[in-house]
């Protein structure tokens, strides 16, 4: 089966960091970008970050860039989410969710296919 | 950065009418690389529609996606109670992905 299952998140104080981990199963990671999605209470999910395949490409949301940084790790079929300088406004549930390609005729499409669980992050003193 | 806006917030339909949802984009989805997401309570989107207008693997051909350029619309014809849910685009431009700030179908 087809997975992705977060890890790490929890209560913290603003100001502090946050390690999230997201492991996938029953696929071949390495050749797949994952992404790093959130969703605060009550709103649309918001993109965070983006890494390539062979951590070449990284990308940033600019309401994160600077204070976050996403890595993975190939031999263990896994990427991160480090978080730090965490503000109230960052309180959500975190989903990693791997980048999908479709090619149709001369055109690729990009969207994600496969989701996880999602981990909930609380900034609060 | 391409902002997204759907419509209506919240729209009322019975099991087996048909329902449309519109999203508009701010300027132009770069080759209308737009795609269609499901969201029930308490689990993680789900793709529905991708490049605009077609399906993706096991999504039943009720639902539909149509529009290019700045205008999109997911259509869900014969509604099942299962498809009561919120309902999310997303465009992919510039390496970059923006959200909808959703939709809520409900009976």
């Known amino acids: 089966e087809v997975q992705l299952v977060e890890s790490g998140g929890g209560l913290v104080q603003p100001g502090g960091s946050l390690r999230l981990s997201c492991e996938a199963s029953g696929f071949d990671f390495n050749p797949y970008s994952m992404n790093w999605v959130r969703q605060a209470p009550g709103k649309g999910p918001e993109w965070l970050a983006y890494i390539s395949g062979s951590s070449n490409t990284i990308y940033y949301a600019g309401s994160v860039r600077g204070r976050f940084t996403i890595s993975r790790d190939n031999a263990k079929n896994s990427v991160f989410l480090e978080m730090y300088s965490l503000r109230d406004e960052d309180t959500a549930v975190y989903y990693c969710?791997?980048?999908?390609?479709?090619?149709?005729?001369?055109?690729?499409?990009?969207?994600?296919?496969?989701w996880g669980q999602g981990t909930t992050v609380t900034v609060s003193s | 950065e391409v902002v997204l806006t759907q419509s209506p917030g919240t729209l009322s339909v019975s099991p087996g009418e048909r329902a449309t949802l519109s999203c508009r984009a701010s300027?132009?989805?770069?080759?209308?690389?737009l795609a269609w997401y499901q969201q029930k309570r308490g689990q993680a989107p789900r793709l529905l529609i991708y490049g605009a207008s077609s399906r993706a693997a096991g999504i039943p051909e009720r639902f539909s996606g149509s529009g290019s350029g700045t205008d999109f619309t997911l259509t869900i014809s014969g509604l099942e109670s299962e498809d009561f849910a919120v309902y999310y685009c997303?465009?992919?431009?510039?390496?970059?992905?923006?959200f909808g700030q959703g939709t809520k179908l409900e009976i």
């Open positions: 300027q132009t989805v770069t080759n209308n690389d």
């Open positions: 997303q465009q992919y431009g510039g390496s970059l992905f923006t």
């Open positions: 969710a791997r980048r999908t390609r479709m090619i149709r005729g001369v055109i690729s499409f990009y969207s994600m296919d496969v």
